[in-house]
């Protein structure tokens, strides 16, 4: 324990808390449109209990991070599973009496964490690098990094929310953040990512303007 809260220490969880700010950027995006149609009292309960289990699977899947790495077509799957979601969630934001809409608490929350789950690949691997810096103390790096990114995340989703309703059009680009995640994670995955090279750049502007298109139509279909 003589490493714990020494300056090695120290700095290694600066570089987590620095990563976590970059990266909770879009699951923060994520939770506000996930919350979106919940009632004004289930917002924070929503996103605590989301955010809480969320960060107890990202434990676990930090257990599997090496084995994590040699899996095959796991970003490129998950990749596509988040643009559909974002597609979901684009979807809700037009359709006020869509069924299939997040409108309860156990909706919203189980939309959270499969998404985050999703989402969490790339941070939990990152995570789980920096950690390797200091094995001895590598669990508290961890488990200390994923606790701080819980009211990051919680906050920057209650930021991101407040906007929204005041300007519901941004959930555009709510969902358009979501797609361009979403690319990324296809372009890197260990299996296709080398042959999706020549995609790179393009592939984010497609999933992007066909989240644009998607919304447009959608907008079109309700305003009949």
């Not at 990051?152 to 519901?168: D, E, N, R, S, W």
């Amino acid at each position: 324990m003589e490493t714990f809260f020494s300056w090695q220490w120290l700095t290694a969880f600066g570089s987590i808390l620095l990563l976590d700010l970059i990266l909770s950027g879009d699951n923060a995006v994520l939770i506000a449109l996930a919350c979106k149609k919940l009632p004004k009292q289930h917002h924070l309960k929503a996103m605590i209990i989301g955010c809480s289990g969320a960060i107890i699977i990202r434990i676990l899947l930090t257990v599997f991070a090496t084995e994590l790495l040699a899996v095959p077509y796991i970003q490129f799957i998950g990749g596509f599973a988040l643009f559909y979601i974002a597609i979901k969630l684009l979807d809700n934001g037009h359709d006020e009496e869509n069924t299939a809409a997040p409108a309860t608490l156990l909706g919203a929350v189980k939309t959270i964490i499969i998404a985050d789950f999703i989402m969490s690949i790339d941070n939990v691997l990152s995570m789980a690098g920096l950690a390797n810096t200091i094995p001895n103390e590598r669990w508290s790096l961890i488990i200390c990094g994923l606790l701080i990114s819980l009211p990051i995340v919680i906050c920057g989703a209650q930021i991101f929310l407040l906007i929204m309703q005041k300007f519901p059009s941004l959930i555009y680009l709510g969902s358009a953040i979501l797609a361009f995640t979403a690319a990324k994670m296809i372009l890197m995955d260990k299996a296709l990512g080398h042959y999706l090279i020549y995609f790179n750049g393009w592939l984010e502007a497609i999933f992007m303007i066909s989240i644009f298109l998607w919304g447009l139509y959608k907008n079109k279909q309700t305003a009949h």
